[in-house]
């Protein structure tokens, strides 16, 4: 920090008691003084119980909100399902089905019993509708299922999770920066690269 001479304005050396232009005797830096017990408070938070204790709360509360960002990310994973349009159901006789255009809708990663049910009806009879939903009594598995996956797509999931990492992390910093512009009025000074030291 530049220190300059209060009468003539010339630039001073941290040692000089005068002024090697004027002559003036300098007078103490309020500004010098203020920094220095700026540096001292903040070195000295470390001895101070209160101060330790509120740091490791810091820490775990940083901790639980990793975990519960991790949580919520984990849960909206994209999924990987069946395509209903594209696999099919290649029955005993020789005829091939599509699952979703002939009312067999599917849930899931494999046939249900439910659609199990349905496939082997629409095997013998050539359709599903009520009566043959109803009446036709046991029948033996009389088809192949070949499924085909969805495309799980990833990119727009992942960008979301670096976004609510990087946002968690920015605003961790934030209460930092704040917690020491509040407590010892130190003035926040932007360095990313220590945000979390």
């Known amino acids: 920090m530049d220190i300059f001479c209060h009468k003539c304005g010339n630039k001073l050396n941290v040692k000089d008691e005068f002024c090697q232009s004027c002559g003036v005797k300098i007078i103490a830096d309020e500004n010098k003084k203020e920094s220095n017990h700026k540096s001292l408070k903040r070195s000295d938070l470390e001895k101070k119980a209160w101060y330790r204790?509120?740091?490791?709360?810091?820490?775990?509360?940083?901790?639980?909100?990793?975990?519960?960002?991790?949580?919520?990310?984990?849960?909206?994973?994209?999924?990987?399902?069946?395509?209903?349009?594209?696999?099919?159901?290649?029955?005993?006789?020789?005829?091939?089905?599509?699952?979703?255009?002939?009312?067999?809708?599917?849930?899931?990663?494999?046939?249900?019993?439910?659609d199990d049910a349905h496939a082997r009806i629409l095997c013998k009879y050539d359709s599903i509708n009520f009566y043959s939903s109803y009446y036709s009594g046991y029948i033996e598995k009389n088809y192949t299922f070949t499924p085909v996956y969805e495309d799980t797509k990833y990119g727009s999931w992942l960008g979301y999770n670096i976004l609510a990492f990087i946002i968690l992390w920015f605003v961790a910093y934030i209460i930092k920066i704040s917690f020491f512009y509040i407590a010892i009025g130190e003035k926040p000074k932007i360095d990313l690269f220590r945000a979390l030291e």
């Open 53 to 114: 204790a509120l740091k490791v709360i810091y820490i775990i509360i940083i901790i639980i909100a990793v975990i519960i960002t991790g949580i919520i990310s984990w849960s909206s994973k994209p999924e990987t399902n069946l395509d209903g349009n594209k696999s099919s159901i290649a029955c005993d006789n020789g005829k091939s089905y599509t699952p979703n255009r002939n009312d067999i809708y599917i849930y899931g990663k494999e046939l249900s019993s439910y």
